[in-house]
């Protein structure tokens, strides 16, 4: 079973919005953070925002106030609500997991482009 399973990318305008979903029915353990990455074309992979199972929220500055990440403890899955989304936010997303135990786990990455 793949641990992580991503939906929710394609392509918008500038201003649009989109949502993401990653769902981690396939990990056993009870996790710890959650959370979202994306890595732009010859860029290196940045953190996008993470939620703790405390449900507290960390966003990269650049999408603050713009994004917001949650999840649903009882699906194991994270979401993340991308609004007023500029070109600069083109990039494939990846999601993130990790246990209780310190496992980590990553998506296999959706696409995000912003573009007229």
């Known amino acids: 079973q793949v641990p992580l399973v991503e939906s929710g990318g394609g392509l918008v305008q500038p201003g649009g919005s989109l949502r993401l979903s990653c769902a981690a029915s396939?990990?056993?353990?009870?996790?710890?953070?959650m959370g979202w990455y994306r890595q732009a074309a010859g860029k290196e992979r940045e953190l996008v925002a993470v939620?703790?199972?405390?449900?507290?929220?960390n966003y990269a500055d650049s999408v603050k106030g713009r994004f917001n990440i949650s999840r649903d403890n009882a699906k194991k899955t994270v979401f993340l609500q991308m609004n007023s989304l500029t070109p600069e936010d083109t990039a494939v997303y990846y999601c993130?997991?990790?246990?209780?135990?310190?496992?980590?786990?990553w998506g296999q990455g959706t696409q995000v482009t912003v573009s007229s």
């Open positions: 993130y997991v990790k246990t209780v135990f310190g496992n980590q786990y």
């Open positions: 939620i703790t199972s405390g449900d507290s929220t």
């Open positions: 396939g990990i056993r353990f009870s996790i710890n953070a």
